[in-house]
């Protein structure tokens, strides 16, 4: 048996928050847009990631994902990230942080999700 791509659905109240964190902060571009629907929803993409965003209330209430994304040049993302949205730096790891695993990681939060970003 062989995959090829985990694609996981994140749910928000308001999709827009989503599209802060995805889009504006983490340069992911949008390859499906149903954002002016009755029921907004969008497909997110960067290199070979890919995250289906919908705003619906109440799954958004039953689920708080946590992500991890891998990257190569920690530092390029951390001062990106610094310098364009501070504001969605995780207060408990808002520096690149070498952990006792050995991976270097730093963390952002939006009302929905967090996502922690790392370099092993």
């Not at 530092?75 to 969605?88: D, M």
């Not at 952990?99 to 996502?115: L, M, N, V």
Request: hydrophobic share 40%.
């Amino acid at each position: 048996m062989k995959f090829t791509r985990l694609v996981p659905n994140v749910f928000y109240k308001d999709i827009n928050s989503g599209l802060k964190t995805f889009v504006d902060c983490l340069e992911f571009t949008i390859g499906y847009n149903e954002l002016n629907s009755k029921h907004p929803l969008c497909v997110v993409e960067k290199d070979h990631l890919r995250v289906n965003l919908f705003e619906d209330y109440k799954y958004a209430d039953e689920h708080n994902p946590e992500f991890r994304l891998v990257t190569d040049n920690i530092e390029e993302v951390y001062e990106k990230v610094k310098a364009t949205h501070p504001e969605l730096l995780h207060p408990n790891l808002s520096v690149i942080t070498l952990r006792p695993w050995g991976a270097r990681e730093f963390a952002i939060k939006d009302e929905q999700i967090g996502i922690i970003i790392q370099k092993w």
